[in-house]
């Protein structure tokens, strides 16, 4: 029988509960062997991420160390220029030929799928599955590139770029990402974080 293996894709830039919990729901919820956390290199549509690649990655070991079921993917830190999802599913693809793929994305990204680069390529590579919150609207069938599995998670309102503000000025991120997140954010100062208070 071959593996299932959910893809989530981000520059973790600080990983934080929000990306945990939708990694967990799509495990259990997709009956997936595993999830695999990609962090990105030079996304092609956001570039370069303000933390250096080093510093995410640590970040990421950090978050699921303790998860067998959650495991970390470097490949596009090492890959030069920008990356493509295209290009990371073909690679994952020719290593392990026998696995089965399953894409997350959230609906924002969902909804520019026609501006990626080499979609059909990547639609023929893994099944795609787009994560909304309660509420949410998907993007309708006639917006995407090829199907998709929807899978609804619950709604947490925590974002890498609100984390970065709150360790910038000092203020609560206790519970918004794991406890070994927040000592790897510490003692590499990073963001302008401090001692824990």
Known sequence: MSLRVG?????FDPPHLGHLVVAE???????LDEVRLLVAGEPWMKGAAPTPAADRFAMVCAAVDQDPYLLVDE??????GPTY?????????AGEPDTDWFFL???DAAAGLQDWQRVEEAFALATFVVVTRPGDDAPAADDLPGEVVHLEVPQLEVSSTQLRERYARGLATRYLVPDAVDRCIRERRLYGAGPRR
Not at 85 to 93: E, N, V
Request: proline residues 0%; contains cysteine; glycine residues 10%.
């Open 75 to 80: 490949r596009e830190l090492h890959r030069e």
């Open 7 to 11: 893809l989530l894709g981000g520059t």
């Open 25 to 31: 729901c799509a495990r259990v919820e997709l009956d």
């Open 85 to 93: 999802t295209a290009d990371t599913l073909a690679d994952l693809h």
């Open 105 to 107: 994305l959230g609906e």
